[in-house]
């Protein structure tokens, strides 16, 4: 691989307030700190392809990828406070505003209110980019509240089916009802009666009883059912709407039955319970209820973001119900032309309402209009201010949500005077950054506490040891982000100036992009390197090695979350006869090439296979091949620098990292490469370079 040109070392101080000098280290590596990539024009640029016009911190346009959501709209008719569940998970009550879910096939399913029928659960068919309603009719009902005079333990049955001994008091479907009074010793029960409910309406029944020797009703036993604590539940028996609250000693025949209880607004109800019932004895069954808190979710300004919890889509624009106590996980959707706030984590506690307001701010730069060319790319990536100057290397990778992380090395930030020239103070490095893009706008990862300037990806404990993301991949559940990086520490005795004694795997919770660990993994024994680019297909995640003419393969499953720890690793051996992977790394053999191929080499998808693309000297150069492991046919140079203010002059070149990113929304694929500053302590020549294939990758 070239080694850009090398400079002097560079001391300078940190902006006001971040703290102690830093010793940088001079145009060094592929990432090195000095090189001073900077957004901005260039003298006689060999590629300055003209954007559009550019409004910083503007609207930004809905991505050009297809999406892979539809929205889900539910309303309750009438609005009634239903809790919604999608495919078994509380989402919202009342009603879902259009919210974004996964294209195909959720089971909606409503919670009962009291004075209703709840109506059937429903299976909505969700399309890409389409709206699906679904309306959840409630059927108001009456209430029959029935009594015996005098007060007796007499088996009430509606319709021929026991509810309750003493009275009744619940909510039935509206039309006439034929109520019955069971056998009481020493009374003679009433005659039947029948009755009609009316919707929200109350009929009172009430059977008079008259002294006799009447004897009690035979063969049956007794079925106690009390709420814990007193709810106005509902309970059924063996699928029977039988009484609310609880039920009194009610005759029932001996046998098992099943009691279930309904649901009551902030309150987790229990599991139907079997209860055997045996002539003369009483069988006694206590639903607990567990008290819930309500978790309230609002976006401000008030937006169409989709508001997950947990990992799972709850609703648009805000949430406000009752869940379980415990902690909650709350993330915020994209929306367009703003930036989404972080995740947020809320503790839910029993009778209390806890709120959670996820802020919408404006992106640090968008264009006018959407992406399409690379001229447009171009333009966003080498936009620049105080918060974030310019970094190299500009490895990509496309999240579950359509957005793409920017992987940057040494980034600088702070001021720069109008000349293109560094001032004594007020700028600095930031080992390692990233600017997520949404559509036609990006946005540099700061610390929320100190937004000021673009925050190290990596957090690193000093100075003298830091981490340079080369690439990362998602895992297999869309959870997770794993940046692998180089390990870097300052040394002043070798010829760089540093050495890379490590290489580690950093993961990142997503959507959030959240530091979680950091994990160290194993180097290259046969290139002697680090390896890194990973390529996923299949269910695998394929990564890439070289020591500059020899280019080795190894891969992983996606779904192996240990894998940093090499354990699972499998080497391409180039075999045709044995099986072409093997456990054991001493087996492993370079990927073919048809003509001479020095640098990094990694697979990219095409339309038609594979390629991959590396830069030599002023050359960048592409092959294809049928399989992420080649073999490799050269297909040419994409970009040659050669006879431009940006060539190489003797060994010291100016541009490097040329590579392809693919996937891009709106673009792909592009070519993408580091331009270094044309003098240290200077911006002034510095930029990323983007451009089409000057010839389909494959």
Not at 218 to 239: C, E, M
Request: aromatic fraction near 10%; hydrophobic fraction near 40%.
């Amino acid at each position: 691989m070239v080694w850009p040109r090398v400079g002097p070392n560079i001391f300078h101080a940190r902006p006001a307030g971040v703290g102690m000098r830093v010793r940088m280290i001079g145009a060094v590596l592929a990432l090195g700190v000095a090189q001073l990539v900077l957004a901005g024009p260039a003298a006689g640029r060999s590629a300055a392809p003209q954007s559009g016009p550019a409004s910083s911190l503007g609207s930004a346009h809905p991505e050009a990828s297809a999406p892979t959501t539809g929205m889900l709209r539910v309303t309750t008719v009438p609005a009634v406070p239903s809790q919604i569940l999608v495919d078994g998970v509380i989402t919202n009550t009342w009603g879902l505003k259009w919210v974004h879910v996964e294209a195909g096939t959720h089971q909606v399913c409503f919670s009962s209110v009291p004075g209703y029928t709840t109506p059937a659960c429903q299976t909505a068919s969700i399309s890409r980019g389409q709206t699906t309603t679904i309306t959840g009719a409630f059927v108001a009902r009456g209430y029959l509240h029935v009594t015996t005079s005098p007060a007796v333990a007499s088996q009430i049955s509606v319709d021929g089916v026991p509810r309750n001994d003493w009275g009744v008091w619940t909510d039935l479907p509206v039309g006439a009802h034929r109520v019955c009074f069971g056998a009481v010793a020493g009374f003679t029960p009433p005659a039947c009666q029948t009755v009609d409910l009316t919707a929200g309406g109350t009929t009172d029944v009430v059977g008079t009883f008259a002294a006799s020797n009447g004897s009690a009703l035979p063969g049956v036993g007794f079925l106690r059912v009390v709420s814990s604590p007193a709810l106005p539940t509902q309970i059924t028996v063996d699928g029977a709407i039988a009484d609310t609250w609880g039920l009194n000693w009610m005759e029932v025949l001996p046998g098992a039955h099943t009691v279930c209880f309904g649901r009551v607004e902030a309150r987790t109800e229990p599991a139907c319970q079997t209860a055997v019932v045996t002539a003369g004895a009483t069988a006694s069954v206590t639903g607990t209820f567990i008290r819930r808190g309500y978790l309230r979710v609002d976006t401000s300004p008030a937006v169409a973001g989709t508001i997950s919890v947990n990992g799972i889509p709850a609703d648009d624009w805000g949430v406000y119900t009752d869940v379980p106590s415990g902690s909650y996980r709350v993330c915020f959707g994209n929306v367009d032309g703003k930036l989404a706030p972080n995740c947020q984590t809320a503790t839910v506690v029993d009778r209390d309402t806890t709120t959670v307001t996820g802020v919408y701010t404006k992106h640090w730069f968008c264009l006018d209009h959407d992406i399409t060319t690379a001229a447009d790319e171009y333009a966003i990536l080498n936009h620049n201010d105080d918060v974030w100057r310019g970094g190299d290397g500009a490895k990509s990778v496309v999240l579950p949500d359509g957005r793409v992380l920017w992987l940057f090395g040494d980034t600088l930030v702070g001021k720069v005077n109008p000349d293109g020239s560094l001032p004594p103070t007020g700028w600095t490095f930031v080992r390692g950054t990233g600017i997520v893009q949404q559509g036609a706008c990006a946005d540099p990862i700061v610390n929320p506490a100190d937004p000021t300037y673009a925050a190290a990806l990596i957090p690193h404990a000093t100075e003298d040891e830091f981490y340079w993301p080369d690439s990362a991949f998602v895992d297999a559940s869309g959870t997770s982000l794993w940046v692998i990086a180089k390990d870097v520490k300052i040394d002043p005795s070798q010829p760089w100036g540093f050495s890379i004694p490590n290489q580690v795997a950093a993961r990142f919770s997503l959507p959030d992009l959240q530091f979680q660990s950091l994990t160290p993994m194993p180097k290259s024994a046969l290139a002697n390197a680090e390896w890194a680019l990973p390529y996923s297909e299949g269910g695998y995640v394929y990564l890439y090695s070289d020591n500059g003419f020899s280019h080795y393969v190894t891969r992983f499953p996606a779904s192996d979350g240990n894998w940093p720890s090499g354990s699972s690793w499998q080497y391409w051996t180039g075999s045709a006869i044995a099986s072409p992977w093997s456990s054991k790394e001493s087996d492993g053999a370079s990927m073919s090439f048809d003509s001479a191929a020095i640098g990094l080499m990694y697979a990219v998808k095409t339309p038609t296979g594979y390629a991959t693309v590396s830069q030599f000297y002023d050359k960048i150069t592409s092959w294809k091949g049928p399989t992420p492991m080649g073999p490799w046919s050269l297909v040419g140079t994409q970009k040659d620098f050669t006879g431009t203010p940006d060539a190489c002059v003797g060994n010291a070149c100016k541009t490097y990292l040329g590579h392809a990113a693919t996937d891009l929304p709106g673009v792909d694929p592009l070519i993408i490469w580091s331009r270094q500053a044309d003098n240290p302590g200077s911006t002034v020549g510095g930029y990323l370079g983007v451009s089409a294939p000057l010839i389909p990758l494959g």
